[in-house]
């Protein structure tokens, strides 16, 4: 008997399940491995990923044990469970290693069924039958990528939170569904930081091109070497949680009645930018602004057109700054507005454009009658003595009300 001859006849009496796979598929199978994995003919079987036969759970362990580089490596004994061609379950201790198989590179994968008795055939099934049923029934998301991103598994919860069926996203990158690359990177510098993540927000793309914002719980996965295999976890749709935040956070900051920032909002913001003034010494101007005889609109057409024109009012400075300047009503008919490094002559300009902007405004009452607005303003800007926001606050209140006994629908900067 020849050398080939007897190798090929001691691979088919072996007792054990053996077969040899090249790219992770299935090239050749002993008897045992049929018999084992309810084949009859051998050819129903080739060609096939081994990983149609590998129990879910068990599958990033197997896929990192296939995939090791070189040609002369093995792995040692470790328990699997595999499912048959029939839907029937068997737990085996497996060993494989690199071999060379028609010239190509291959692997061979032996095989011993510890299922040792019909009990834990029926846990297995129990197992396999719990498992599956909260895979596809849970509301959130589970999902599987390999080392390199690709998703490799992804309950059917997808297709209502995305729009995509499982097989429309297995097989992609998970970056695919990233709007922000930023999203993405920051997840996998706490994964491998951490080697999980709780809670961690992001947002997704579905698949009509709606934004969603998601929450995310995941773990990194290790190969039987301790190498960096994947990451698994639950993605959850917090839209409608975002939003009301979202919403909270406009209302706990938005004047209701003009849409600018409010009173709080606005010196929460200028007290940051003063802070900054102080530490690099830069440029920072307070204007502010009240309206002339606003009680006699009040008065005379009612608090309800009192309220549009001052709604027009704050519209109309709105269009004289820039999306750097900072706008706030800090009660009644009187205004702030922040001007970041505005010198005088620039800081200036920008106030009587105001001005005179709010003095051409022609409004109408309910009754047909027709009014105007003026603006009386005072500015003050950051100096290098100030110790706090207040100083310069004083300082602008000061010039209003300067500007007011004056004769009002002026602007006056403030006295050195």
């Not at 005889?293 to 400075?317: M, P, R, W, Y």
Request: charged share 25%.
């Amino acid at each position: 008997m020849s050398k080939e001859n007897y190798y090929a006849y001691l691979f088919d009496i072996l007792p054990v399940a053996v077969a040899i796979l090249v790219d992770g598929k299935l090239a050749k199978l002993n008897p045992a491995a049929l018999q084992l994995l309810e084949v009859s003919d051998e050819q129903l079987v080739l060609g096939r990923p081994v990983d149609e036969f590998v129990h879910p759970l068990d599958q990033p362990r197997s896929q990192g044990r296939l995939k090791k580089q070189g040609d002369n490596w093995a792995n040692a004994n470790s328990k699997f469970r595999v499912r048959t061609s029939q839907g029937n379950f068997r737990m085996l201790l497996v060993i494989s290693r690199a071999i060379r198989f028609e010239d190509r590179d291959a692997v061979m994968i032996s095989g011993m069924d510890m299922t040792e008795h019909n009990e834990m055939e029926e846990q297995l099934r129990l197992s396999e039958f719990n498992f599956r049923r909260l895979f596809e029934n849970m509301q959130d998301v589970y999902y599987r990528t390999d080392v390199n991103g690709i998703v490799q598994k992804v309950s059917p919860a997808v297709s209502k939170i995305l729009g995509y069926s499982p097989e429309e996203i297995e097989g992609r990158p998970t970056e695919a569904l990233y709007p922000k690359a930023s999203d993405r990177d920051a997840f996998k510098k706490e994964i491998m930081l951490n080697g999980m993540v709780n809670d961690f927000p992001g947002q997704m793309v579905s698949k009509d091109g709606r934004v969603i914002d998601i929450s995310v719980n995941s773990q990194a996965l290790f190969d039987d070497d301790g190498n960096f295999a994947g990451v698994e976890g639950i993605c959850r749709d917090v839209t409608q949680r975002k939003m009301l935040e979202r919403e909270l956070q406009r209302l706990a900051t938005t004047d209701s009645l003009t849409g600018i920032a409010n009173r709080r909002a606005f010196l929460e913001h200028a007290e940051h930018i003063f802070k900054s003034c102080q530490r690099y010494q830069t440029q920072m101007t307070l204007m502010m602004l009240d309206l002339d005889f606003f009680k006699s609109i009040n008065d005379k057409f009612g608090h309800q057109c009192g309220d549009q024109a001052l709604i027009h009012f704050a519209e109309t400075v709105k269009l004289e700054l820039r999306e750097s300047d900072l706008f706030g009503r800090l009660g009644g008919e009187e205004f702030c507005v922040l001007l970041q490094q505005a010198s005088q002559p620039e800081a200036m300009l920008v106030a009587e454009r105001i001005r005179a902007h709010i003095q051409s405004l022609s409004l109408s009452a309910a009754s047909g009658e027709t009014f105007s607005l003026t603006v009386s303003i005072g500015i003050a800007t950051y100096r290098p003595e100030d110790d706090r926001l207040g100083r310069l606050l004083e300082r602008s209140d000061k010039a209003l009300y300067q500007a007011k006994s004056h004769g009002r629908n002026q602007v006056i900067w403030e006295a050195c």
